[in-house]
C-alpha cells in the first residue's frame, strides 16, 4: 500500500484493509475511528507528504493523478453513506456511451446536508434509488434513472436522443424503465427526455433515425413501422429502419459509424440485395443528407412511396419491436 509501512497496529492494519476496499481512498472519520491521531494525519499530509486531500474530509494515499474510479469512490464517499452515483459516471460504468466528463454527480436524500464542491454535482432528492448496482465498492444509479439524471434540463435534442437510444439499444435499460423515471421524476426539465422517448418507443435507434423520423413528420409522409424485422413466411428477411408495408418501401439509414468496415458494408449490401430480390423497394441516405437535402429527401419518398402503392401489397410479415 502506498504511504503505509506493512505490519503496525491494528489500526494500522485496519486503515490498509480500508485503502485496499476503496482503491486508495479513505475519509477523515475512517482514519480517526482506527486509531490515527490528528496528529499524525496531520504529518501523512504534509506537503510532498504520502497522502493528500481529495475533497474535504476526504484524501488518498498517493500524491500523484487520480484514476477516474478513485475520483468516483471520492466523490461518493463525500456524499455520504446513502449517496448514489448517477449520470455520465454511472452510464459509462453499464456500457453506454457518454462523454467524458470529470465531473461527477451524486445522488442524496434531500434532509442530507451536503453542497457541490470541485468536480462533485450535488442532487438533493426525495427519491432516492431503491436499487443500484454495486461495482467495487460504489454505488452506481441503474441506467434508466442515471438517463434521467444525466439528460435533466437538457436542450440539445441530438445529445439527448443519442444517449437514450444508445442506452436502450444496448440493452441498458428498457422504454418502459425510462418512462416509469419520466413520470417519476419532475416534469420541469423533462421536455427533452420526453421527445426523445418518444421516438424510441417508436422503434427509434440513433439520432440518424430520429432526423428522418421528423423529416417524415414535417413532411406529412405516411409514417412508417420503424425497425421492424421482416419475414417472408417464417424466414427472417431483414430488418430495415423504416418500412411502409402498404407500397413495400424501405429506408435505411447508412451511418458512417457502421458502415465504414468492410464487413459492415458487405453486410449492408447483402441486405439490400435480400430484400431488392423480394420487390422491396429500397432506399438509402446518409445522414448528413436528412439533414441538409431534406426536401429532396422528402420528394424521394413520397415518390418511391407512389410507385410501390402502384402494385399489389407484397407477400411480407413484418413485426413491430417491442
Sequence with gaps: MRGMASGGTAGDKA?????????DIITRSQVLA?????????????????WMTVLPGIYVAG???????????????????????????????QGVRVAYS?????????????????????????????????VGGIRYALAARAVADAVWGGTD???????????????????????DELRAGPKQGSAALRVALAEVADGVRSVAEGDLRKLIMRSGLPEPIYN?????????????????PDAGVACEVDSREW?????????????????????????????RRIRSDSAAVASELRATLAAGCQRPPLPIRAIPVR
Excluded at 15 to 23: A, S
Excluded at 39 to 45: G, M, N, T, V
Excluded at 157 to 179: E, K, P, W, Y
Aim: charged share 20%; net charge positive; glycine share 8%.
Design 102 to 134: 470529470d465531473v461527477v454527480d451524486n445522488l442524496i436524500p434531500e434532509s442530507t446536508k451536503r453542497r457541490s464542491i470541485d468536480y462533485v454535482h450535488v442532487h438533493r432528492t426525495k427519491k432516492m434509488p431503491a436499487r443500484f448496482w454495486n
Design 259 to 287: 458502415h465504414l468496415s468492410p464487413e459492415g458494408w458487405e453486410r449492408t449490401q447483402a441486405r439490400h440485395a435480400r430484400m431488392s430480390a423480394l420487390g422491396i423497394l429500397v432506399l438509402h441516405y446518409a445522414p
Design 63 to 93: 500524491n500523484g493523478g487520480l484514476a477516474a474510479v478513485q475520483r468516483e469512490m471520492a466523490a461518493m464517499l463525500y456524499g455520504g453513506r446513502t449517496c448514489v452515483v448517477t449520470g455520465p459516471a454511472a452510464l459509462r460504468q
Design 15 to 23: 486503515i490498509r484493509e480500508l485503502l485496499r476496499n476503496q482503491t
Design 34 to 50: 482506527s486509531g490515527m491521531t490528528v496528529a499524525a494525519l496531520r504529518h501523512r499530509l504534509r506537503p510532498g507528504g504520502p
Design 228 to 244: 421492424p424485422r421482416l419475414f417472408v413466411g417464417e424466414a427472417f428477411l431483414a430488418q430495415p429502419d423504416a418500412w411502409w
Design 157 to 179: 435534442m441530438r445529445s439527448v436522443s443519442a444517449l437514450v437510444a444508445d442506452a436502450v439499444q444496448r440493452g441498458t435499460c428498457t422504454v418502459q424503465q425510462l418512462a
